[in-house]
């Protein structure tokens, strides 16, 4: 049994050197928020769509400038053959042997059916939608990298909590060895104890597993080496001062991107009923040109400029017209029915976090209660068991207990931590508690 206990301290012990050994990173919550927003192929994904729509708003604006088209043609001919009717049998003409032509064309439009400028106020919706999701990405992102953060953190304490109990429970097993060797104690109650060191040592390597995943997970998204082990800023869950005073469905309804970006989605597909219906009106513009001739010994031409109004009406487009104006009303009152539906979502979604948020102060005052509780109810049961009065299936119980209420009570502080942020992020204020932080 030495062996065996001599062979599992020594690989807990080289686990424990190796990750001792790894580079290590401290960092603040704040801190991984900031890199996730900075590095994240998310944030990065969404920022280049908000441009894609930035540059998709100017190219519809160019719509309402003149357009201006030059073209020009040098030829050479062969053995042309020219014949003027008018002028005659007698008229003699020679054979050019070249022929260049110079044009330039500009065309203003005037009127469209209000077409140029409901698009441009349309595409100019979808950007500001594209940046509202923009926003609600990088909330997400921000999300996420808290979840990481406060997971590491309750699998590093949980780690710390376990080692420390293997401490005294190793120690059991050492004071219960001469024990039983002295036939103060049975065999059974050493084997008890050394039961208890396995199981804590099989959550130890639990704990372990679980740090190298949250870690792996957290890196991944900080976009920093795989190999570093991230070490948290415990002050982080224990600094801040938390209150759910600002969450309703006022304000989630008031600040949410993700809402918004629909909102904006929908007076984008008004415009486009506008568009549709741009069908039924002519178009005009205002025309002007200038053409220049040149064919070498027959005619040369110059200065010779035009200008004038031009209309277009598609007469058969009118009765067709009425099947896109009625499907670009379906679009939007897809989106509009999109919105109600996201209303209700949200208000759900923030009484829920409400919830889980006063659940997880309750809890951590119980917690603490429990943890009180637990260490008195281990005193008593050790007295007992040292003074004869109670045997090892107590003592064990009582310790196991008390383990338990160590770890419980060490985690729903960041529980309580998570709860809130996760709160922020349904009301649509988590980027904004960091950025007016100034992490």
Known sequence: ?????????????????????????????????????????EVTLANTKVNTKKYELKSVKNNQYPDLKISGQYQ?????????????????????????????????????????????????NLYEAESANAAKTKEDVALK???????????????????????????????????????????NDLLKAQLLVSKTQLSIDEANNNINNINFYLTTLLKLDPSVKIEVNEEDFFSLKTSNSIASDAVALESRKDLQAIRLQGKASEANVKIAKAGYYPSISLLGGYTALDLKDIITVKYAMNFGIGLSYDLSGILKNNVHVKEAESRALEVKNTEAIMTDRIKVEVQKSIEDYDLAINQSVVYEEALQQAAENYRLVKDKFDNGLSDTNDLVEA?????????????????????????????????????????
Do not use: C
């Open 1 to 41: 049994m030495k062996i065996s206990q001599l062979m599992l301290f020594g690989v807990f012990f080289i686990g424990i050197s190796s990750i001792e050994a790894q580079e290590k990173t401290s960092l603040t919550l704040g801190e991984a928020v900031q890199m996730a927003w900075e590095k994240s192929n």
């Open 145 to 187: 990298a808290i979840t990481y953060y406060t997971a590491l953190y309750k699998a590093q304490k949980t780690l710390d909590v376990l080692n420390e109990n293997q401490k005294s429970a190793k120690q059991r097993v050492t004071d219960f060895t001469e024990l039983e060797k002295n036939g103060i104690i049975p065999r």
């Open 399 to 439: 310790d196991v207990e008390h383990l338990n209420a160590k770890i419980q009570t060490a985690l729903s502080k960041a529980t309580i931590i998570q709860k809130y942020y996760e709160l922020l992020s349904v009301s649509g204020q988590l980027s904004q508690s960091f950025n007016l932080s100034k992490i």
């Open 76 to 124: 050479r001919l062969t053995k042309a053959s020219i014949d003027l009717p008018n002028q005659g049998e007698s008229a003699e003409l020679g054979s050019p042997d070249r022929a260049m032509l110079g044009m330039a064309n500009l065309s203003l439009p005037i009127f469209a059916g209000f077409k140029i400028q409901n698009s441009i106020d349309a595409y100019d």
